[in-house]
């Protein structure tokens, strides 16, 4: 058994028509119901009041007055804006700490790194289905909770951290093994 | 303190709405399958989708030899060539790649458009151009090392002038 992906929704905004297209396709192929398609963000705005979509992916930089960030900041804020917490992925090719930053505080849900894989879109969109985020809404901002919640931590983590520990344990239970942080203090040794 | 700032933090907990709606099983291996090979076709598309940056940087490199030697293009000749570099990455495209991260690190180096900075611009469309009509992979690696050490001195060259 697998996602029954047909009843989802998802709106693309791409200034670039044969990036548009290839996302498009990759998410028919995916199994998604309905992919529309806007090649600028105030098409895109227009789009998303009339199809309400499950999911947005949009570009960074953009022609025309609007870009990703102030489109998404207008989804999570405009009053009257019909779905202002739909998880938004924002792709760019630009992954610099500021941009990242700057996603964030816009609202951004996931940030897709170009050039990405198959595997990397399926990750994000997973992340979306699977671990979906509790959603703020403050003075200084409105948007997804930055912070995982612990019962969310991915599986590879938990992997990672598991694989870790018995690591340590194994070398703790070694004849080699000397622990450093003991009660006596330097100097006071017998 | 601004009447802001006295709002409350309205936290609401996520609905798992996504999820409800597909259920659960993870995405269908069959149809993953068809994403990649779809990625591995994409080769196809590239050329249509560079030149969408393409066009771009003609009309800057047309702006600037019209006399316009505004530091904001630089800025738009590097925002539309990291465009390229990336897509090409994607697209398997390694040449075109390369030759439009060699115009990154120039537009970030260069202080003047004017003289041959321009020029050196200018050879680096010639350059994506060709690399595009090439195809991908089309270029042997010797002439691809031969190319883009030819770019890096011309670059050196402009940046010393």
Redesign the interface.
């Given at each position: 058994m697998s996602y029954n992906l047909r009843k989802l929704r998802v709106l693309i905004i791409d200034d670039n028509m044969p990036i548009r297209m290839l996302v498009r396709s990759l998410l028919l192929d995916l199994g998604f119901g309905a992919v529309d398609v806007a090649a600028t963000a105030e098409d895109g705005w227009a789009v998303y009041f009339l199809h309400k979509p499950d999911l947005i992916l949009l570009d960074w930089r953009m022609e025309g007055s609007m870009d990703g960030l102030q489109f998404t900041r207008r989804v999570r804020q405009e009053l009257g804006s019909p779905r202002p917490r739909v998880p938004i992925i924002m792709m760019t090719g630009f992954a610099n700490k500021q941009l990242v930053l700057d996603a964030r505080d816009a609202g951004v849900t996931e940030i897709l790194i170009k050039p990405f894989t198959v595997q990397t879109l399926i990750k994000h969109l997973t992340h979306i289905i699977e671990n979906p985020r509790d959603f703020i809404v403050a003075p200084k901002f409105t948007g997804p909770d930055r912070r995982r919640r612990s019962a969310e931590v991915p599986e590879e983590k938990k992997k990672r951290t598991a694989d870790k520990k018995a690591k340590a344990d194994t070398v703790k239970k070694s004849s080699k093994y000397v622990d450093l942080r003991g009660k006596s203090k330097p100097g006071k040794e017998k | 303190m601004?009447q802001?700032?006295?709002?409350p933090?309205?936290?609401?907990?996520?609905?798992?709405?996504?999820?409800q709606?597909?259920?659960?099983?993870?995405?269908?291996?069959k149809?993953?399958q068809?994403?990649?090979k779809?990625?591995k076709d994409?080769a196809e598309?590239?050329p249509?989708?560079a030149k969408?940056?393409m066009d771009k940087l003609n009309a800057i490199l047309a702006e600037i030899r019209n006399g316009n030697v505004s530091q904001e293009l630089v800025l738009r000749i590097k925002?539309s060539a990291?465009?390229i570099?990336?897509?090409g990455?994607?697209f398997q495209y390694p040449l075109v790649s390369a030759v439009a991260e060699s115009l990154v690190s120039f537009c970030e180096a260069i202080k003047t458009l004017s003289g041959l900075p321009v020029e050196v611009i200018a050879l680096h469309l010639k350059t994506l151009k060709i690399a595009l009509d090439q195809g991908p992979r089309a270029i042997m690696e010797r002439d691809r090392v031969e190319l883009l050490s030819g770019l890096e001195k011309a670059c050196a060259k402009a940046l010393e002038a």
């Open positions: - | 601004t802001d700032a006295d709002k933090v309205k936290v609401v907990r996520a609905t798992y709405e996504a999820k709606k597909v259920g659960g099983g993870g995405f269908s291996d149809m993953i068809a994403a990649e779809r990625m994409a598309i590239f249509s989708a969408h940056d925002t990291h465009e570099r990336v897509n990455q994607m």
